[in-house]
């Protein structure tokens, strides 16, 4: 199947032929549904931490902030800003030159609300000799759109998120990787008041990020008083999955084997490339003005104090068990901590023999640490909290998307639905053992947890694969905690009218 031409491409790609027959075998088989015993809630699975426990848990990160400790703040940013204007491009489609939909409505009749309207009206200026006001009432709304996303103009339909106006200041606009460098500074800044920042881009968007830390960097230093050390990678293309036709033979373009990124379950290798204790991690668009940005920045510390909390505790049971001096009362100790903290039970364990359940436990804690906040679901898009059952029998606490679970199953679909709270990706972890020595994050994968869809390529009909998710079956084998946070702290921005939010302004 596959010829000299192919496997100099997979060479140059840094793809082995065991990576292309795995991808082939899973198109062919598809990916099972993960076993979920519950949904997580706040009665079974997250924590709902009151305001005296808040002060304990505020005050951990602070005496951890105060240690030599790497602390950084981890981006993926590499998304495109096309789904953003999806209404913007279909009203440049449409056969109508009026704003008609409410969407549209909304966007001319609060235009100068835009923390980009200062930008879009000069290039009107300078591209049409008239201003946004003028083209408005002249009827030319289509002018003012492609001045916004095209590259005539600000060239946003281009664009990642990253580089966007989001918000209006005094001094002049932020865009969203701007409000990364201040919400680093307020939460993530170590001992030395180093903010350390990793953003993974697209090849071709790098440079501009890099000019924004070029120009910025400066300013956002004297501002919140931090030194930045800001560094970026983009995905790897030994991550890319293959394309496959309608009969799961690769799916070919001109003779050759066609390649689409793995999505952001490809970001493990990314984060597995950098060195650090403690990593914050968060999408690029779910940002706010500085004004805004209280309850972010206090649960972002609780969260972090509840991973220092728990992760101290793991420590002490790791050296406890490697001293050899441990008793059968201890032991017990460390399997309620197992069950009750960590969500990790199994029924074997009552048959264990202390040698056998010592190893048992060993073998639960001495993995990455991740604790995750949990926003209350009030229909926004994301993946949920359950409780899963693991090909060892034991439970433990994942986020799923809805492919991941059999929803014509009716007791999985009951599961499913009475869900209580979301997944917003607002996640802290920890990537080192006892020891200081790093974990290999790609040994953490459960590998049948990705996702295959239908694509379409020049007209002809395609099946691609996704790894596993990221906070889903790139770290299903990481300690999860879920601690419940405020839905103050969960404000993306999925369309450009979400920018017209009052979070956003």
């Known amino acids: 199947m596959l010829n000299s031409s192919d496997l100099t491409l997979l060479d140059q790609k840094g793809i082995s032929i065991s990576q292309i027959e795995e991808q082939l075998e899973h198109f062919k088989k598809g990916f099972p549904y993960l076993s979920i015993a519950a949904s997580a809630s706040v009665e079974k699975g997250i924590m709902h931490i009151s305001g005296d426990e808040q002060s304990q848990y505020l005050n951990e990160w602070e005496s951890y902030c105060e240690q030599n400790k790497q602390i950084l703040k981890f981006v993926p940013a590499s998304g ?34 835009f923390a980009f309207f200062d930008s879009l009206n000069k290039v009107c200026i300078e591209n049409e000799r008239k201003d946004i006001k003028q083209l ?20 946003y339909g281009s664009m990642p998120k990253g580089l966007l106006e989001f918000h209006r200041y005094q001094e002049g606009s932020r865009t969203a990787m701007e409000e990364h460098l201040a919400e680093g500074a307020m939460y993530a800044s170590n001992k030395m008041g180093t903010v350390n920042l990793h953003f993974t881009v697209s090849p071709e968007h790098r440079i501009l990020f890099h000019g924004v830390v070029k120009n910025k960097k400066a300013f956002y230093e004297k501002r919140f008083g931090v030194k930045y050390n800001v560094s970026f990678s983009e995905q790897k293309s030994a991550t890319d999955t293959l394309a496959v036709d309608e009969n799961n033979c690769p799916f070919r373009e001109n003779g050759q084997m066609v390649f689409r990124p793995g999505g952001h379950g490809a970001l493990i290798q990314n984060l597995n490339d950098l060195d650090a204790d403690v990593i914050f991690i968060k999408n690029i668009d779910n940002v706010v003005p500085d004004h805004f940005k209280q309850a972010t920045i206090q649960y972002k510390r609780l969260i972090a104090g509840v991973l220092v909390n728990i992760q101290r505790k793991m420590f002490n049971y790791l050296y406890l068990i490697e001293s050899g001096k441990y008793t059968h009362d201890q032991l017990m100790e460390m399997l309620y901590f197992l069950q009750t903290d960590l969500c990790i039970k199994n029924p074997e364990t009552k048959m264990l023999e202390d040698v056998e359940l010592v190893l048992y436990i060993k073998s639960k804690l001495n993995r990455p640490l991740r604790v995750c906040g949990m926003v209350k679901n009030e229909g926004e898009p994301g993946g949920g909290p359950f409780l899963t059952v693991n090909q060892d029998g034991a439970t433990s606490l994942q986020i799923l998307e809805n492919s991941q679970i059999d929803l014509k199953d009716p007791a999985k679909k009951e599961l499913f639905d009475k869900g209580t709270h979301f997944n917003p990706v607002d996640l802290v972890c920890a990537i080192k053992n006892h020891h200081g020595e790093k974990y290999q994050l790609p040994h953490y994968v459960d590998k049948n947890t990705g ?19 990221l906070w889903n079956g790139a770290m299903s084998d990481w300690n999860t905690i879920f601690v419940e946070v405020p839905v103050e702290t969960f404000n993306p921005v999925k369309t450009v009218n979400d920018l017209l939010r009052p979070e956003h302004q």
Request: hydrophobic residues 35%; proline residues 4%.
């Open 80 to 113: 495109a800003a096309s789904r953003m204007f999806k209404d913007l491009f279909e009203f440049m489609d449409a056969s109508y030159r009026e704003p008609q939909t409410p969407f549209e409505k909304k966007f001319f009749d609060e235009i100068d609300c």
């Open 451 to 469: 996702f295959i869809s239908g694509k379409s390529k020049n007209g002809k009909n395609l099946k691609a694969m996704e790894l596993p998710g």
């Open 136 to 155: 408005i009432s002249e009827g030319y709304y289509k002018t003012i759109v492609a001045n916004l996303l095209h590259s005539k103009g600000l060239n």
